[in-house]
């Protein structure tokens, strides 16, 4: 029996490291940044820890913009010369135009219906998780439209949560006011979010949190959603100081002690993501897994 050759594309945003890229034999499409007024792509003009670096000196404002429908022509045109279909996953279209530029490539050139265009829902580690869970499909044989069966209903059971280390990068965006920024700032309060229907909103009863309910805020959510099955998840951080490093290894610590944990990814925060939740962040993001 023929065995449909797929390959899978993701965008830079998906925050998993190029051993897991190598591994599952990922193509990944890096998003742009601007930082004072020169451009890099994502992942392969600079990486994580350059621009983290960048980062601590906090003298500018990156811009971040999505890949043209260009850069996927050209790496869609190269992949069909050896791949029967293509997968293509991205960031939710709520959060950034990745996904319609990836269309926009589809349109232009896929007359033979061999290129697959989804809109996540998700970024970050949630997308991670779900890139991750089409490739192992994928090695076990399933379809392409198994494929994105799976993924249209774990896009919609995958959960994330944000745990900020400060209001600066909010503050900064506009996201809240300066009044609030400057309380919060005072009583080192940490800003939580999660994302959910394809937008990030606040966590909780959705006010900024003292550091003492953090855990005990992520543990009650977990009990409410998690219902004792195979849990899949993976942490993202950008941690430069050892104070958030402890803080890391705490709350990985008690969801293990709370879940079965079956597959738990650690990996880093990208550029893009880093830009708009700056540094010394955390990421949680699982799912149960279903057939």
Known sequence: MYIMNIKIVTDSTWDFDDDIKREHDIEVVPLY???????YREGIDISNDEFYELMKKGDFCPQT???TPFDFIEVYKKLLKNFDKILSIHISSKLSGTYNSAL????????DNRIFV???QNASGALGLMVYFASVLKNEGKEILEIIDYLKRMAERVYTVFILDNLKTLEAGGRIGKAKYLLGTILNFKPVLMLKNGLIEPFGSGKIMGTNYIVPTILKFLKEHYKGGEFIGGVAHNIVNTVNMRRFDQIKDEIKKFVKVNTFLIQKFGSTITSHIGLNSIGLSFFEKFR
């Open 104 to 111: 926009l490539a589809k349109k232009e050139i896929d007359k």
């Open 118 to 120: 989804l809109d996540s």
């Open 33 to 39: 940044l601007t930082i004072k007024g020169k451009r």
């Open 65 to 67: 913009s999505q890949p």
